[in-house]
């Protein structure tokens, strides 16, 4: 058994937009928060009584600002290389998320207004490029990059030899982490009906906790219900000629 550990890193909030510090033979880091947190991150990670020199790699999970807006800064914080999936390289090398945002639903529909999510972050160039399933033994984890598209092209997940999935935005808790516990939809998905597939693909891994994105960690049992739930929501939409909106332009 590996003695993996993973430690949520606070952005916003208590548990608003986290990003996690993952512990094995050297620490990694998964998602890099908002412009202007690198610095935060940076000392959050101190705090747990790690060398930021130490930090092989800093993973993005996918290119929206609040997962990658930092990630050039916390690059030159620490000196550890960048991983992203060439599928979101688009966002990554031009500071800016492919837009419009497809909101999943009401909450969406009012953080589209905010003018935060509209800003240009500092460009990076991710010099670990993932293609696909990526094992992370040579950064001193047990574990591996799994790519999960559907929230956007490129979104990726980490999965540890533990049965930690450290998922990104492939799920939320419900209203941005402010009723912990409750599986929900992030605010967007490029592709809701793709990361429908890839939760459920990551599910039958059987990992023991997801850790997310937004809210608190998700017991897997309760996150299988939802996604049935979501299975049949979206089935019935169609059913009734309302066609989920996607990347590739389809609308309600």
Known sequence: MSLTKVIPIPVMGRTA?????????????????????????????????????????????????????????????????????????????????????????PMGRIMDRNKELHVRAEPVEPQVLIRGETSLEDFGIAGRIMPTPGHTAGSVSVLTDDGDLVAGDLVANSFMGLIPGKPANPPFHDDPWRNLVSLREMLDLNPGRLHVGHGAPLDPDRVRRWADREHARLSKREAAGRRVATRSGETD
């Open 17 to 105: 937009i986290n990003a996690y510090l993952i512990l094995g033979r050297r620490p990694v880091i998964v998602d890099a928060g908002t412009p202007g947190s690198g610095q935060k991150i940076h000392d959050r990670i101190t705090e747990h009584g790690v060398d930021p020199r130490d930090v092989s790699l800093i993973v993005l999970t996918h290119g929206h600002i609040d997962h990658f807006g930092s990630a050039a800064e916390l690059h030159r914080l620490t000196g550890a290389p960048v991983a992203g999936h060439i599928a979101d390289l688009g966002p990554y090398r031009s500071g800016r998320v492919r837009e419009p945002y497809l909101p999943t639903g």
